[in-house]
């Protein structure tokens, strides 16, 4: 469990560079990434699913 005396490592990553078991903030853990000509797709496990989203190639994301 996280709690202020610990906080978790906060890192920023272009989407180009998000990876298997990296954990989205306020996602979840990546289970895929798909890359397509004008977007990614990132497969994550949020509440026991498996959730889609978009992102624009532009992106950065926030993991922990």
Do not use: W
């Not at 078991?21 to 977007?39: A, C, P, Q, T």
């Not at 797709?41 to 026991?48: A, K, N």
């Amino acid at each position: 469990m996280l709690n202020s005396q610990n906080p978790p490592d906060i890192k920023v990553k272009h989407i180009s560079k998000i990876e298997k078991d990296d954990i989205l903030v306020n996602l979840g853990s990546v289970l895929e990434v798909e890359e397509f000509e004008k977007h990614y797709c990132i497969i994550i496990s949020r509440l026991d699913e498996k959730q889609v989203i978009k992102f624009a190639k532009e992106s950065y994301m926030v993991i922990m």
